[in-house]
């Protein structure tokens, strides 16, 4: 069965830095979402992605964050200047046409900020 | 702001049991309802899916959903320990926005 595929599986960077976390959605799927998972608390929507442009995105998703589709495979979520509440699980998730359709997740991105 | 309650739990069942579990949302115009399954540590997994009143059936699981009582439950029947997880239930509005609400999960414990 197809699946959403993210890398790395965990990820330790200092405090001030940049990260990108990468995802490969399943491959006839066309809505993109990038999540994060604050330990021991809900799943927390980031943003949508469809047709090459940001479709929705939560209050959470500030300057600090970008989302890039630089190929037909590849969907990427760029952190700047990282910020110790900033780990957390990042979780990609792809929906193949979207409206009532469900998502399907990745394995995710642990991300710690020291 | 849409909301979609979930008892934090832990729900405790004996193996082989049915464990029940229950989400409660404020959005009346909610159209769509996922139950996904989470292992700590791990992302979450879909178990089913449910857009119309009445029971759904897959395997161990059913999902029921009355939508003027604005609820949707998870019934596992033979419950397993490898069924010992936090479940998620999700909700989708209509119109407009696709994305999902997620509750915070109900951690269920199955034990021997």
């Known amino acids: 069965e197809p699946e959403v595929t993210q890398t790395p599986s965990h990820q330790v960077t200092q405090m001030g830095q940049e990260v990108i976390l990468r995802c490969v959605p399943i491959?006839?799927?066309?809505?993109f979402y990038w999540y994060r998972q604050i330990l021991g608390q809900k799943v927390e929507f980031l943003v949508s992605?469809?047709?090459?442009?940001?479709?929705?995105k939560s209050e959470i998703f500030d300057d600090q964050f970008s989302v890039e589709r630089p190929d037909g495979s590849n969907f990427t979520l760029k952190i700047r200047s990282t910020k110790l509440e900033d780990s957390a699980m990042y979780f990609c998730?792809?929906?193949?046409?979207?409206?009532?359709?469900?998502?399907?997740f990745g394995d995710g991105t642990r991300l710690s900020i020291l | 702001q849409k909301e979609v309650e979930q008892n934090s739990g832990p729900l405790s069942v004996p193996e082989g049991a049915i464990a029940s579990l229950n989400c409660t949302y404020s959005?009346?115009?909610?159209?769509?309802f996922f139950w996904y399954r989470q292992y700590s540590g791990k992302s979450p997994e879909l178990i089913m899916f449910?857009?119309?009143?009445g029971d759904k059936e897959d395997g161990r699981f059913t999902a029921q959903l009355n939508k003027a009582s604005q609820y949707v439950s998870l019934l596992i029947r033979d419950s397993q320990p490898s069924d010992s997880a936090t479940y998620l239930c999700?909700?989708?509005?209509?119109?407009?926005?696709?994305?999902?609400?997620f509750g915070r999960g109900t951690s269920l414990i199955v034990h021997p």
């Open positions: 998730a792809s929906e193949r046409t979207g409206g009532n359709q469900p998502q399907h």
């Open positions: 491959s006839n799927h066309l809505y």
């Open positions: 992605f469809y047709n090459n442009e940001i479709s929705e």
């Open positions: 959005d009346r115009g909610s159209q769509s």
């Open positions: 449910i857009y119309s009143n």
């Open positions: 999700a909700v989708k509005a209509s119109g407009g926005s696709y994305i999902p609400t």
